[in-house]
């Protein structure tokens, strides 16, 4: 059973860290390119990040310098590092593992307030 789970998400103040975690089983993780996308209220789901097979990566650019992504292929986990919060990154984030299929996860809430 492919399963892709989210978890790391909380409250956090803005400056603030957080380390989102996306755990895979089912399928063969280290095949698959990985991207990390958020959902804002009343907004549409948008990329964030992405990594692929090779630890390329590539940012959006309101989160380059602030955010990094990452890959464990031994524990089949990616990882978001996000640094130096803001309100506007308060979304639900996504992990979406893209290869010979492509599959996503549920989310994990993430808010920047005071």
């Known amino acids: 059973q492919v399963q892709l789970v989210e978890s790391g998400g909380g409250l956090v103040q803005p400056g603030g860290s957080l380390r989102l975690s996306c755990a895979a089983s089912g399928f063969t993780f280290s095949s698959y390119a990985i991207k990390w996308y958020r959902q804002a209220p009343g907004k549409e789901r948008a990329w964030v990040a992405g990594i692929n097979t090779s630890d390329g990566t590539a940012y959006e650019v309101s989160v380059k310098g602030r955010f990094t992504i990452s890959r464990d292929n031994a524990k089949n986990t990616a990882y978001l590092q996000m640094n130096s919060l803001k309100p506007e990154d308060t979304a639900v984030y996504y992990c979406?593992?893209?290869?010979?299929?492509?599959?996503w996860g549920q989310g994990t809430q993430v808010t920047v307030s005071s």
């Open positions: 979406n593992a893209v290869g010979s299929n492509n599959y």
